[in-house]
Every structure is written in C-alpha cells, then in structure tokens.
C-alpha cells in the first residue's frame, strides 16, 4: 500500500482552522476548504514508488538505501492509467473503465457553498458532448460540464454540521414564506399554493432565479431582517444573507430542507438534488466527476434553462443516513450506486487487527487516534491508498474511514 500525499483545496468558502486542528498543525490565516483523496486530475494524490528500470526519469526520488532502484514521487492517476488491473482490480476495470471510480475529501466550510446540483450519467455524456461540439473551453466561466460522469455524492460529518439538501413540501416553502411577513416573498408563496407538487416547485424556483436583480436584492435584504427578527427555523436565512447580499440564492434556500448532522450522520445526494453545505467538517465521497450547476449563493455563472432541465422537483425528507454495522464491526453507510462505497471502523483498545483485503481498490483515512495499515502508522487526516488484492490489515485505536467500490 502506498501512503498518499495531498493537495488541500483553498476555496474561499473553507474553514482556516479545521482542517489544520484535525491534521494536528498551525493554521496559515488562509481558508482550507478540500483535502482531495484520489486520482482526480484536478488535484492527484502523490505516492512514492520504486520506478521500473525502464520508466521514466521524471519526477522527485528517494534513496536508494539497499541497492533497488530509486523511488519516485507520482502523481496517483499517472501510477493508475499504467497499469489499472494491477491498482485497480479485473472487475472494477470492466465495470467503471480504467480509472478510479471515486474522490474522497476531507471537507471544511467555514462558510456556505453554492447552492448547485449534479447531473445524471446521461445528462452529463450529453451536456459534455454538447459543449465539447461547440469547443466551448472547459476553464470557461459559463462551461457546465467538465466530464461525461455523473456525480452523486455522501458526506458523512465529523462535526456537528449544517447543511441544506432537497425540496420541502411546497405547502411548507410557502408556510415558511409567510411567517416572514415580506411581502415581495407573496408571489411565490402563491405559486407554491397554486399547482401540484412538481410544478409549483418548478415555477417557484423558476420564478425567483428569474427575477430583477434589484428587486431581489431588496427581497433578500427584508429577509435578512426578517430572519434576524424572529429567528428559530428561520435563522440561517440571516447568515446566508450576510455571506451573499442580494443573492436569489437566499430566496430558493426557503425550497430547501435545512438539516443538521451530528458526528457519523451523513448525506447521500443523487442526481438532480438541490443542495448547499452551510458549516462543518466532514469526509466526503463521490463518484469521479467535476459537472456543478449552480442555483446561487455564488458569484459564478448560474444557467437557469439548463438548471431547470437537470433539477429534480420532487419534495422528500432529507433522509439523514446512520451506518449499518457489519459483523466485523464495519460501519457502511449504504447508497444505491456502485462507484463508491464508504465504511467507518472505530477500534478499541486492545482490539483484533481487521483485515481489510479486498479485490477493489481502496483509500484508508484516519480521522482519530493513532492506527497502523500494514506497516505504515497513521494519524488523524493521514491516508493510504491499498491497490486490489494487496494484503490490508489494520490495527491500533481510532477511527478509520474505508473508501472502496462495489464491484
């Protein structure tokens, strides 16, 4: 197995002190929004490897102490694309192409994200197809879609987190709505009243993305205030408010289920769900792919057609997850699609070795405490990347969260 080393993403939205206070070293004063775990091109885990005799003689080395060859530095997916059976495994090569199928993250917002949506597989092969034939560059601001996959996606909170994930009821949006008293916010209470499910929460998100600017800043201004005063369920509405000004996206928020996790809750977020994490910290997991629509709460291109093509306008419960134990005290937090498959391990003291062999690839974190993978020793925010069929054995006390597909 092959320790990783990661790239942590400095969006603005990130916390400056979770991620440093879980990997146990000073804060820099900038935001540390992502730690990225995996073979994503964007931003590649790095492993250190003996190179072949006759590989390249790129890339930063090590040693050699006993006479092997030295060891080089690369990037994950560059160690996958050479060999994906051997890193990979025969099956999980048949069923999700030469690739890793999944990205784990340790996420931290210190402040909300966009509001955004994924699109399904097939919405993605043809939006990717789409702009790609138009040669629309994939670092263009208005592009959509970076790749052909789809990106479903779990977080799993390590601390108490906020986030917003799915419709209310619009009955509920419009309750909502009118407990505020804003008058501006009475059309859309009406059109949230005045058709079925699907079509009230479509016209009511179309109508409010669609509306004047400064008439929606005035809006979101009088939300503000609004939430300010009366507070209870209405209370994030004021903080969204303060982080974007005269955004729709605070507006549509009022769609949306608020939700709390508590540590070892999660999330799972299917294709054409609306959603926005507000605060915390927590690992994160979704199939390879990069394709965000955004609805706001962001400064970014918002493409309302095509959002309301892919969006989903079904109300559910956000169906806050909790693990299902296995008998060797695996805790998985089940989902209804293949790429990925996260796992939580809490070991005691004194406890049995888990072996952990599989015939997929996995990525181990340790999110506490102090644990072994094999030989390596791993602290909290420490992780490993186990090629397919390799020998895993895991020992020591802490948590370990197991990254893997089913294949």
């Given at each position: 197995m092959d320790r990783l080393s990661?790239?942590?993403?400095?969006?603005?939205?990130?916390?400056?002190?979770?991620?440093?206070?879980?990997?146990?070293?000073?804060?820099?004063?900038?935001?540390?929004?992502?730690?990225?775990?995996?073979?994503?091109?964007?931003?590649?885990?790095?492993?250190?490897?003996?190179?072949?005799?006759?590989?390249?003689?790129?890339?930063?080395?090590?040693?050699?102490?006993?006479?092997?060859?030295?060891?080089?530095?690369?990037?994950?997916?560059?160690?996958?694309?050479?060999?994906?059976?051997?890193?990979?495994?025969?099956?999980?090569?048949?069923?999700f192409g030469?690739?890793?199928?999944?990205?784990?993250?340790?996420?931290?917002?210190?402040?909300?994200?966009?509001?955004?949506?994924?699109?399904?597989?097939?919405?993605?092969?043809?939006g990717y197809a789409d702009e790609e034939r138009r040669a629309v560059p994939l670092d263009a601001p208005h592009r959509l879609y970076k790749d052909a996959n789809h990106k479903p996606e779990?977080?799993?909170?390590?601390?108490?987190?906020?986030?917003?994930?799915?419709?209310?009821?619009?009955?509920e949006a419009a309750e909502a709505m009118e407990e505020l008293g804003v008058d501006s916010l009475k059309p859309y209470a009406d059109l949230l009243r005045a058709h079925p499910e699907d079509a009230a929460l479509r016209e009511a998100l179309g109508a409010i993305l669609g509306a004047d600017p400064a008439r929606t800043a005035e809006t979101v201004a009088a939300v503000a205030e609004a939430a300010e005063r009366t507070g209870g369920a209405h209370a994030h509405l004021a903080?969204?408010?303060?982080?974007?000004p005269g955004d729709a996206g605070v507006v549509a928020a009022m769609l949306l289920n608020h939700v709390r996790l508590q540590p070892g809750e999660a999330l799972y977020l299917g294709a054409g769900v609306p959603h926005a994490y507000i605060e915390g910290l927590g690992v994160?997991?979704?199939?390879?792919?990069?394709?965000?629509?955004?609805?706001?709460?962001?400064p970014k291109h918002v493409d309302v057609p095509e959002l309301l093509r892919i969006v989903r306008f079904e109300a559910a419960e956000p169906g806050i997850m909790r693990p299902e134990a296995s008998p060797l005290g695996e805790e998985v937090y089940e989902t209804p699609i293949d790429e990925f498959r996260l796992s939580r391990f809490a070991l005691p003291p004194g406890g049995t070795p888990v072996d952990l062999t599989s015939a997929g690839p996995q990525i181990l974190l340790c999110t506490g405490g102090a644990l072994k993978a094999g030989e390596l020793a791993l602290g909290p925010g420490e992780s490993v990347f186990v090629p397919a069929d390799e020998k895993t054995e895991v020992s020591g006390t802490g948590t370990l969260f197991r990254a893997t597909v089913v294949a």
């Open positions: 990661n790239t942590v993403r400095p969006y603005a939205w990130g916390s400056t002190t979770a991620i440093p206070a879980l990997l146990g070293i000073a804060p820099t004063g900038e935001p540390q929004a992502e730690m990225w775990m995996g073979a994503h091109p964007g931003a590649p885990s790095r492993i250190t490897r003996p190179r072949p005799a006759d590989g390249p003689a790129g890339g930063s080395t090590v040693g050699p102490t006993d006479g092997s060859a030295p060891a080089a530095e690369q990037p994950l997916n560059e160690v996958v694309d050479a060999d994906p059976v051997r890193e990979l495994g025969a099956a999980a090569v048949a069923k030469p690739r890793l199928p999944f990205l784990l993250k340790i996420l931290a917002a210190g402040a909300p994200l966009s509001l955004q949506v994924h699109p399904d597989l097939a919405q993605a092969r043809q779990l977080i799993c909170a390590l601390t108490p987190f906020e986030g917003l994930c799915g419709f209310r009821r619009p009955v903080g969204l408010a303060h982080h974007f994160e997991i979704m199939a390879n792919s990069d394709n965000v629509l955004r609805c706001g709460l962001t």
